[in-house]
C-alpha cells in the first residue's frame, strides 16, 4: 500500500466510482418502475418479483467468478466490460416486447452490474494508505447510493414523461458513455513492480495460483463468511425496498403520490450517503469487534420494519421518511465485513474474497424479494393490494434476514475460539 494520499490516486478513485453510480442506477431503476411494469407486460407480484430475483441473483452467483476475473484481469478491463453488458441490458429492455425479452434484459444488467463493487475494492489497497483504505470504501458504497437519487428523481421524471421506451434506452447510452470516459482515467496500479513490491507479492503470484486454489483460499475463511452474513442482514431490508416492494407498497398500500414516493428515496440516498464516512471510521476503530456492531444495526433495522408495519391503517408519510432516514444511516454498517476481508486475506485473492461477501445482501434480498411476492400474491387472493397484504408479506423479509443474524453469531463464535490462545 502507498504511504500516501496522491491526486493521481483520488482521479482512479473518483473514475472508477462514477462507473459503479451508473451501477447502482441500473441496479435500482426497475425499483422505480414496477407498477408501470405490471400494466406494460400484463403481470402479477410473483411474476414481478422475478425481474428482481433474477437482476439479483445473477449479480449475487457471478460474484465469485467475477472477482477471480478482476483479480486475474485488472479492475480496469472489468470495470469497461461490464458497463457495456449492462448499458446493452438497459437498451435491450427498453425495447424488449414481451415478458420473457425483459427477464433476458435484467440477465444482462445483473452480470454487468457485478462487475462494479469489486473492481473499485480491488483498486483501493494499491492506491491508497492503509489508514485511509476503511474510510475510501464506506466513501465509495455512500457515493455509489447517488445512483438511487438518479433512478427516484431524474430517471422517474423522464419515465412519466418519455416513457419506458425512451427512459431505459437513455440509461443504457450514458452508462456506456461514462464506462468509456473512466476507462481513459483509470489504472490498475500506480507502478506494477512498484506496487508488488511494496505489497510483497512476488510478479507471479497472482498466474501461479490456480483457479481452484483461489476459490479454495476463499471458501475455507471464516472471515469471508463473517462478511457474508453481515452484508446479508444488514443489506436486505433496505434492499428489498429500493429495489422492488418499496415502491408498490408506498403507492398501493399507503396511497402516496408520486412525487411523496420520490421525496421518501431521496432521503434514503441521503441517509446513506451522510453515514458512509461514520461508518467507515467506526469500522476502522471497532476492529475484530465489527461483527458485535453490524448485528446492532442490523437488530434496530429490522425492529423499525416490524414497527412501522405494525400499525392497523397506513403511517404517515413524515413517519416513513424517519424510519426510512434511520435505516438507511445503519445500512452500511453491511459493508463492515469487507474491511475485515481486505485486511486477512492475501491480496492475491482480495477481489474473490470481496464477491464472496458480497454476495450475501444480494441473495437475501433475491429470496426475500421473490418470497413476499408470493405471499403478497396469495394474502391479497387476485385483488388490488392493500396494507393488510403488505403487513403480512413483510414477514418474510424478517424470516431471511435471522439467517443472516445467526450466520453472523456463528461465525463469531468460530473466529474467537480460533483466536484463543490454547493452554
Known amino acids: ?42 403481470i402479477d407480484a410473483s411474476r414481478l418479483a ?12 457471478a460474484q465469485i467468478p467475477t472477482g477471480m476475473l478482476v483479480d486475474k484481469f485488472g ?51 494499491v492506491w491508497f494508505p492503509a489508514k485511509r483504505a476503511p474510510l475510501f470504501s464506506q466513501l465509495t458504497g455512500a457515493l455509489g447510493q447517488s445512483g438511487q437519487f438518479i433512478s427516484a428523481v431524474p430517471f422517474l421524471y423522464m419515465l412519466n414523461t418519455t416513457g419506458w421506451t425512451w427512459a431505459f434506452l ?34 507471479a503470484a497472482g498466474p501461479r495460483l490456480s483457479l481452484g486454489m483461489r476459490l479454495r483460499m476463499v471458501l475455507r475463511s471464516v472471515t469471508a463468511w463473517q462478511g457474508v452474513w453481515i452484508h446479508w442482514s444488514n443489506l436486505s431490508p433496505l434492499n428489498i425496498f429500493l429495489l422492488l416492494w418499496g415502491v408498490p407498497l408506498m403507492k398501493l398500500g399507503m396511497g402516496l403520490s408520486p412525487s411523496a414516493i420520490a421525496t421518501v428515496l431521496i432521503t434514503a440516498t441521503i441517509g ?26 442490523s437488530l434496530l433495522n429490522c425492529w423499525l420494519f416490524i414497527w412501522f408495519l405494525s400499525s392497523e391503517q397506513p403511517r404517515s408519510q413524515a413517519t416513513l421518511m424517519v424510519m426510512i432516514l434511520v435505516v438507511a444511516l445503519l445500512t452500511p454498517a453491511a459493508n463492515y465485513g469487507f474491511d475485515s476481508v481486505r485486511e486477512k486475506l492475501q491480496y492475491s485473492v482480495l477481489a474473490t474474497g470481496t464477491g464472496l461477501a458480497n454476495m450475501g445482501g444480494f441473495i ?32 418474510a423479509v424478517v424470516v431471511v434476514w435471522a439467517i443472516g443474524a445467526i450466520g453472523i453469531v456463528v461465525c463469531a463464535k468460530k473466529i474467537r475460539t480460533q483466536q484463543t490462545p490454547k493452554t
Request: glycine share 10%; charged share 10%; proline share 4%.
Open 272 to 297: 446513506s450517503v451522510c453515514a458512509g464516512p461514520l461508518h467507515g471510521l467506526i469500522s476502522a476503530r471497532a476492529g475484530r469487534h465489527r461483527d458485535v456492531v453490524a448485528l446492532a444495526t
Open 364 to 395: 437475501a434480498t433475491m429470496l426475500g424479494a421473490q418470497l413476499l411476492g408470493s405471499i403478497l400474491d396469495w394474502h391479497a387472493g387476485g385483488k388490488e393490494f392493500r396494507w393488510a397484504d403488505f403487513q403480512v408479506a413483510w414477514w
Open 50 to 61: 422475478v425481474f428482481t430475483a433474477v437482476q439479483v441473483g445473477v449479480y449475487a452467483l
Open 75 to 125: 479492475p480496469r478491463a472489468l470495470l469497461l466490460a461490464g458497463a457495456i453488458v449492462m448499458g446493452l441490458g438497459q437498451i435491450l429492455l427498453a425495447f424488449a416486447p414481451a415478458y420473457w425479452m425483459a427477464i433476458a434484459a435484467r440477465v444482462l444488467i445483473g452480470a454487468g452490474d457485478a462487475t462494479a463493487f469489486l473492481s473499485v475494492m480491488r483498486l483501493i489497497p
Open 170 to 203: 437513455s440509461l443504457g447510452a450514458v452508462g456506456i458513455l461514462i464506462a468509456a470516459a473512466a476507462w481513459i482515467c483509470i489504472s490498475d496500479t500506480p507502478d506494477t513492480a512498484r506496487s508488488q513490491r511494496s505489497l510483497k507479492v512476488p510478479a
Open 1 to 42: 500500500m502507498p504511504n500516501r494520499l496522491t491526486r493521481r490516486a483520488m482521479v482512479v478513485w473518483l473514475a472508477a466510482v462514477a462507473v459503479y453510480v451508473v451501477a447502482i442506477t441500473g441496479r435500482t431503476s426497475f425499483g422505480v418502475a414496477g407498477v408501470m411494469a405490471m400494466g406494460r407486460f400484463e
